[in-house]
């Protein structure tokens, strides 16, 4: 028997491998074809630019684009959606071009097309990878019904600081489970690429854009080595290992060069030590950017920059197509290089089968039966409802009771149906997600009002310049005033307008936007039992709340299923299991901050408090408001008995972590129970705690159970002063809890 599995595993192998040869073959013997423009062609990206199931641009900047894609000098396009305009551009390429190159089509399906899951950085808070994948595979299968056969996600850039927009768009601050579900997305949206269901996914931004200077989007980023080998890269790597099929570079500079002309991130570490054999896409713009950056002196040093330093697509700088020729020509950039890269992006089309069918994703009859399918509102329902974090229980004032109850709702986003959407949404319609209000009159038993007390922003979001926060209209106090008085409990939905996060979308002050602190503290004055629920992109700071309000739950932007998996959570039909992903700060001043800090010389010493001279802030905690990995349930989970099977190991052995973990309530509940460890002396000096392992536990009423974890030399690895990934022999520590403060600790030693 096992030779037979053998034979069958090394005849998979083999199989993969002939593929893949032949694959090569046929992009090789396609490219010994091409002319020198057609082959530029397959690098240069448009965005849409007319309806495309209309009449054909005459003059102008469209009449050209039109050209060149009749010409074969257009290798992909984004931002064109429906089966019928993307036909209609897939048979220009495929029956109007003299080689019938079809065209990719990107589009950045983010957290879903029409049917919308939780934004990324809520979904990370479910430390559920079969579920994120889930969510990533509902997605793509969407997108695909609707011709679209790429996507710009997943965001595995590692972010600190609660100040960038984008904090929405990735998983958070933690590079060990940031390499978790970047694996999940990209295997879920890929998948098996010969199927008409999946999409090749984009690993961006590479690299460092996560650390931008002050949170303030687009900004340079200034790391060192260490930082970028053991935080930054760390996913990235893990995401070619993963398959997918292209990267997309950065906006910032790194070490003084801009991600997009950056040869040691593209050539040498990319496509060099990681051997990734896709291909790299700008971003929007990015390669004329080179020329305000101040590395390029203009458009054609831009594309010539760009290209020989492995940035192989051009997105909508559209110099790729005007100046490679005659850069090549001029003996600026060789042929060979542009090669390379068209060799790249013919193979990924190739894989996804578009030359064999290139109109496998243009099927109107399919895509009408795909798009909004009830199993996909089931599947982003699951997905939100396992987003949201519980914060805060006091008094037990969660679940709510389900009858004989005066409830009162407050908040203009307790009755929004487009801000639960959140940013990066497309193709969604809008007002299309179920509000906190409507998921809460499902429930019959209690008398619900509501009043909206006070507008979060005021006018358009989503392509104003400037997001404008309601500071002065109260006309909605007393209303909301008068409503809680009357009611046994409050339900107040505060927090962001979808837009006030994603990119563009930095902030400097990350407390409850506008008039909304307020309108919590004049409520609280006349009822004291209020159910705060948060809506929002990114981490936000609210000491007050967090002192004075009994109950506080994180429910982030949830999709289209939003009000629906609040209520039921709130109601405790579903027992809330969620983790945060970021730390959550006390005040903006505390950013950047994240739990896997170093210690300094002189680390917090509040045992002694007449001594000044040490790391602290004079006018705030250094603790966090909530710490990475925090998040409660109405279940009441016990940790004990941290036990080793031995004290010491060597390169091929492991030690054994085991924990006994006890429910001890009579809810059901789950809990993500968290390993992580320090190295207490290291050639770089090494993080207070780091996470290495993470488990999903169900336990019934009173029922426990003992988690085991097992600690080797990968785990323990790091990129060392020898400028490599190794493990150094030495003293460790090893923390077991229920989030990044865990107390039940144990030591261990690694022996070389």
Known sequence: MKIYIRVIFLLTILSGYSQEKNTDKKVDDLLKKMTLNEKIGQLNQYSGFWDFTGPVPKDGDAAKKYQDIKSGLVGAMLNVKGVKN??????????????????????????????????????????????????????????????????????????????????????????????????????????NLSSNKNIIACAKHFAGYGFAEAGKEYNTVDVSNETLQNIIFPPFKAAVAAGVRSFMNSFNQLNGIPATGNKYLQRDILKGAWDFQGFVVSDWGSIKELVTHGYAKDNIHAAEIAINAGSDM?????????????????????????????????????????????????????????IGKPEFQEGVLDMAKKSIVLLKNEINLLPLKKSGQKIALIGALANDKNSPLGNWRLAADDHSAISVLEGLQKYKGNQLTYAKGADVIVGETRFAKEVKVNTTDKTGFEEAIATAKNANVVIMVLGENGFQSGEGRSRTDIGLPGVQQELLEAVYAVNKNIVLVLNNGRPLAFPWAAEHVPAIVEAWQLGTQSGNAIAEVLYGDYNPSGKLTMTFPRNVGQLPIYYNYKSTGRPMQEKDPDVVFWSHYIDEKDNPLYPFGYGLS???????????????????????????????????????????????????????????????????????????????????????????????????????????????????????
Request: glycine fraction near 6%; charge should be negative.
């Open 86 to 191: 993307i036909y209609k551009l897939q048979k220009i390429a495929v029956e109007e071009t003299r080689l019938g190159i079809p065209l990719l089509f990107g589009y950045d399906i983010i957290h879903g097309y029409k049917t919308i899951s939780p934004i990324p950085l809520a979904e990370s808070a479910s430390w559920d990878l079969l579920a994120i994948q889930k969510s990533a595979e509902i997605a793509a299968e969407e997108a695909a019904a609707a011709g679209i056969n790429w996507t710009f996600a997943p965001m595995i850039d590692v972010t600190r600081d609660a100040r960038w927009g984008r904090v929405m768009e990735g998983a958070g601050e933690d590079t060990f489970l940031g390499i978790k579900i970047a694996e999940a997305r990209i295997k879920g949206f890929q998948g």
């Open 314 to 370: 051009d997105m909508e700088s559209n110099v790729y197509i005007k100046y490679l020729n005659d850069l090549v020509k001029n003996g600026k950039v060789n042929e060979s290089t542009i090669d390379d890269a068209v060799r790249r992006v013919l193979k990924v089309k190739f894989e996804l089968g578009l030359f064999e069918n290139p109109y496998k994703y243009c099927d109107e009859a399919y895509e009408k039966a795909t």
């Open 634 to 752: 109405y279940s009441k989970f016990e940790y004990s008995n941290i036990q080793l099977d031995k004290i010491s190991f060597s390169e091929n052995g492991n030690i054994k972590v085991s924990v006994d973990l006890k429910n001890n309530s009579e809810i059901i509940g789950k809990e993500v129970v968290q390993l992580y460890i320090r190295d207490l002396v290291g050639s770089f000096a090494r993080p207070v705690k780091e996470l290495k392992g993470f488990e999903m536990v169900e336990l019934k009423p009173f029922e426990s159970k003992t988690i085991t974890f097992i600690i080797n030399q990968k785990t323990i690895e790091f990129y060392t002063a020898n400028s490599k990934w190794e493990a150094e022999p030495g003293d460790f520590k090893v923390f077991v809890g229920g989030n990044s403060e865990a107390t039940l600790e144990a030591d261990f030693q690694y022996l070389k």
